[in-house]
């Protein structure tokens, strides 16, 4: 073998690997993702460890080190560790995962539709609307978006999110 085709034989081959290298280092965050579908990143809590995603069918799992829940309005909201569904643009069905407390209940989100810039949250037979200026940002495990920038203590000035439902 020549030497010359022996060095593009390693230079062809190093370019690829990094190339591979580089693609790999660039993997999407789960809110990226929830972005590229046209979804704000405020649908999922702070701490989002990782997901898998099947691009040709939408089917998802995101996950997180445990469970998150915490206060939204008159609202309590949960998040397992581990919640799967199927995202396409503007729509994320056969949710599992997510939770609302209703009164007493613990109640499944299965359904999250994105119409215009409002998001509705469906249960099944009911469902709710909140504005997505709501979404801009991700809540955090146990106080949601009423935390200060030291952790889960509410915020000084109250740190209320008007969350403008239309149900």
């Known amino acids: 073998m020549s030497l010359h085709l022996l060095l593009a034989l390693l230079l062809l081959f190093s370019s690829s690997t990094s190339a591979a290298a580089a693609a790999a280092s660039f993997s999407l965050s789960a809110y990226h993702v929830l972005q590229s579908y046209n979804f704000p990143i405020g649908l999922l809590p ?3 460890l990782g997901y898998v995603l099947d691009p040709a069918t939408g089917d998802f799992a995101a996950y997180f ?3 998150c829940s915490f206060p939204l309005e008159s609202y309590q909201i949960r998040y397992n560790p581990t919640v799967t569904g199927r995202i396409s643009t503007n729509r994320i069905s056969r ?4 939770s609302v407390k209703v009164l007493f209940f613990w109640i499944n989100i299965v359904e999250v539709v994105r119409r215009g810039n409002e998001l509705e949250f469906s249960v099944g037979i009911v ?3 909140f504005s997505i200026e709501n979404f801009y940002v991700c809540p955090q495990c146990g106080c949601g978006f ?3 920038a030291a952790g889960d203590a509410p915020a000084e000035d109250g740190g209320k999110v008007n969350l403008r439902s239309s149900i």
Not at 95 to 98: N, Q, S, T
């Open 146 to 148: 009423d935390c200060s």
């Open 127 to 129: 469902s709710t609307s």
């Open 46 to 48: 702070v701490g989002a």
């Open 95 to 98: 949710l599992r995962g997510v």
């Open 65 to 67: 080190a445990d469970t």
